[in-house]
Every structure is written in structure tokens, then in C-alpha cells.
């Protein structure tokens, strides 16, 4: 069975007392991570869902002198 690694990492701090402690301290910091990962993601997955726009390409000048 395969289990994600941040929950079993953030569960792992939580049966310790200096995890717990850590926890409480930096719990803002690592709720801001985990929402900035989920929209990175997000972001991504949209993107590769997205159609690719290409460019126009360039118009070739016309010769202003004698032909080559």
C-alpha cells in the first residue's frame, strides 16, 4: 500500500513530544507550504492541459536590390 509522503511525515511528528512542539511552532508555515504546493499543482496540471498556441512565423523580407 502505498501512503503519500507529507502525511506520513506530518504524522510521524505528531506522536512525539518535540514533533508536537515543532508542529505548534511552525504550523502556519507549513499549512502556507502545502496550500502553495497544491496551487503550483494546480497550476501545472492546467498548463499541460491547456492547447499549445505557437507563434505566427516571421515574414521573410523582400529583396530590395538585385535577385541572387
Known amino acids: 500500500m502505498f501512503l503519500p509522503t507529507l502525511p506520513t511525515l506530518v504524522s510521524s511528528l505528531l506522536l512525539s513530544r518535540r514533533g508536537r512542539a515543532m508542529m505548534g511552532r511552525h504550523m502556519g ?39 541572387r
Do not use: C
Not at 497544491?38 to 538585385?66: I, M
Open 29 to 67: 508555515k507549513i499549512a502556507l507550504a502545502g496550500i502553495a504546493w497544491q496551487l503550483w499543482k494546480h497550476r501545472r496540471g492546467a498548463a499541460e492541459d491547456a492547447p499549445a498556441v505557437t507563434a505566427a512565423p516571421p515574414q521573410r523580407r523582400r529583396s530590395r536590390g538585385r535577385a
